[in-house]
């Protein structure tokens, strides 16, 4: 990401020089400078060229296919066409922020050519035949890709349409598209303009741009608009415009890795107010005070964007759980130990891609959520045995865990950046057993190398209205072949609605964190169902029954309404 940031920066610097020599007479060979001064100085861009995310791309390949554009325009270089088409080919494959790019650049090949034949009508066609040559390098180079697309088109439309805003009838009113013009519309602040929120991205609510940043940007915008009948003045514009597109269109404007493309043009605009600036004092005829208040704008913007990025942003406490910094000291802590002894790790599980790379180099641990489900050896273990809670989301496995570990000790703790606790590691020595057995126990052979030992019911009683509490405790006496979803039922008991269910919960086991397919020959699992009693349910008592069964119909009992576990009395609502 840092290489792909300062490359931006230099392809800026690229494309502000051939818009100077295409332009001696009204900007300064000091805009080069100015405007990659100002790209790299941005804490926007400064932020994900060090973040390590793809769109980072956006902005260089936005400024190299400009810059090849100006430069084969200038100099009638097939090369640099040919480099144009290949930076809006590689612009496709590099983030879907990007995808405006082609239309982007195609609208400023058109204000050239447009231009061009008010000066001189004989040089269009050749013009028109350099133009050729890069769009014809951009199609072959996207063609692989459209013809994935073309194969598949649901991956075409899987993004935009996981983002977009539009006809989304159920959207807070915030979130409508002219809230999210009008957010990404003054994202580039001061005036109290909130930035993203999001702490990953920003520092949350701050704009693009600080205040030293804005004034060039606001004066380098005003005279892109006074002067946009000329190309050169046109391009940052239609940049602006298009590479915000995606975010106007999208949720959470303002998206600001969404519309990252945008820092390019926005610090072109910000190198041409400088500009102004800078040739302003010349022009005056104060040739000392032009350079000195443009350069000590762009040093004080400098400054005040590093205070903003490594003094406010790195010290908020947010990162902590922004960045998954807990989840990779666990991760860390946890890979050193022996990879023999088994590991558990809840509510995350090891598909999690920074546990999953801090686990690398051994097994993949057993991953589950506390809040529903806990899996452990059954009887005495041979060798210790670890858990790792992140109880800063999983509340329940600290309290429940004593209860059936009693042998379990804390061997680590860690801490988040206020001190507040945020994961611990249990162990459980070997030679131990487990506590805690079924309040009502139940000899039950399901099939499939599972069996019923019992269950609890909570509350007692349990009321109309409110959740009963049902946890089951399996047995695993085999590695069941199927991925079973648990049925639990309440029964009518007499009547004409005997048998009836008036109550009920489907789930796989620990709401889908701990497949039948995973499970252990061995373990005891004690899996929770919350079941909402209807609040117009008669008091009395009611039949309790579960099982399990599989997408094509089969069922484990295979007869039967299941395993009936008893009955549970059931009182009026409060």
Known sequence: AAVFGVLGVLALFGLAHEAQRLAPGRLSPALPWLAAGSLATMRWHLHFSRMGIEPILVPLLWAAA??????????????????CGLALALGMYAY?????????????ALHLLWAARLQDRSQIGGRLARLGVAAGVALIGVAPLAWTFAQQPDLLLLRPAQLAIVGQTDSPADSSLGAALWATAKMFGPLGAPGDLDPRRNLPG?????????????????????????????????????????????EYAPHF?????????????????????????????????????????????????????????A??????????????????????????????????????????????????PVGFD??????????????????????????????????????ASTVYTLTDFTGQPYAQVYTRPAGSTPDRPPQTPVAATLGDGIKLMGYDVLPQPPRAGEILYLQLHWIVVAPPAQDWTVFTHVLAPNGDEA????????????????????????????????????????????????????????????????????????????
């Open 257 to 313: 890795h969404r519309v990252l493309g945008a820092a390019g043009p926005a610090a072109l605009l910000c190198g041409l107010g400088l500009d102004t600036i800078w040739q302003g004092g010349r022009r005056a005829g104060l040739r000392l005070a032009g350079p000195p208040l443009a350069a000590g704008l762009l040093v004080i913007g400098a400054a005040s964007a590093a205070q903003t990025y490594f003094v406010r942003w």
């Open 499 to 574: 048998g009836a269910v008036v109550a009920g919960h489907d789930s796989r086991p620990g709401q889908g964190s701990l497949p039948t397919v995973r499970w252990q020959p061995g373990w005891r699992i004690l899996d929770e169902y919350q079941i909402p009693l209807p609040d117009d349910l008669p008091p009395g008592e009611y039949a309790l029954a579960v099982g399990l069964y599989l997408a094509d119909g089969a069922r484990l009992p295979a007869e039967g309404p299941g395993v009936m576990l008893g009955t549970v009395t059931v009182e009026a609502q409060e």
């Open 96 to 108: 879907q922020g990007a995808w405006t790019l082609p239309f982007v650049v195609a609208a400023t």
């Open 66 to 83: 400009n810059w090849l554009l100006l430069r084969g325009w200038r100099t009638g270089s097939g090369w640099a066409y040919a480099g």
């Open 315 to 364: 010290a908020l406490p947010d990162l902590f759980y922004a960045f998954d910094a807990g989840l990779w000291e666990l991760g860390r802590w946890t890979a050193a130990l022996p990879a023999n002894q088994p590991l558990y790790v809840t509510p995350r599980g090891p598909d999690h891609p920074t546990l999953a790379f801090a686990w690398r180099s051994r097994p993949a």
């Open 370 to 407: 506390g809040r529903y489900l806990f899996p452990h050896t059954t009887g005495t273990n041979g060798t210790p045995e670890h858990y790792a809670v992140v109880e800063h989301e999983d509340f329940r496995t600290p309290l429940l865990l004593p209860a059936v570990l009693p042998a």
């Open 206 to 250: 701050a704009p693009a741009l600080n205040l030293w940043q804005a004034i060039p940007f606001y004066l380098g915008l005003a005279l892109a608009l006074w002067r946009m009948a000329r190309p050169i003045f046109a391009l940052p514009l239609v940049g602006l415009a298009g590479l915000l597109l995606p975010g106007v269109f999208s």
